[in-house]
């Protein structure tokens, strides 16, 4: 039985880990796709729970310590641009540079 490409988040609060599932690395732009529709749907649950958190009351600086940036940032526009480039960080560490 050959399974596709899937990715899986295992754990709770801090010891959350992400899985893959099924066959990788035989079709790069199949899991690229994969890997792109996850990361969307990880980062609208994002955005719905930072929605949520200012509908409570939450200050924009509590919301950026929450996701572990500096809690100096005190707009939506500041937290976005961190949260940009600490993305861009990541994969500047696994992306090869041609």
Do not use: F, Y
């Not at 729970?49 to 526009?77: M, Q, Y």
């Amino acid at each position: 039985m050959t399974r596709t490409q899937a990715l899986r988040l295992n754990g709770r609060g801090d010891r959350i880990r992400l899985r893959r599932i099924g066959r990788w690395n035989r079709a790069p732009l199949d899991d690229l796709a994969v890997t792109c529709r996850t990361t969307t749907a990880v980062d609208k649950t994002l955005a719905e729970t930072i929605s949520v958190a200012r509908r409570a009351g939450h200050t924009w600086p509590e919301i950026a310590e929450a996701l572990g940036l500096s809690p100096t940032l005190s707009s939506w526009d500041e937290i976005a641009t961190e949260l940009a480039a600490a993305r861009r960080h990541v994969w500047d560490r696994g992306a090869p540079r041609d």
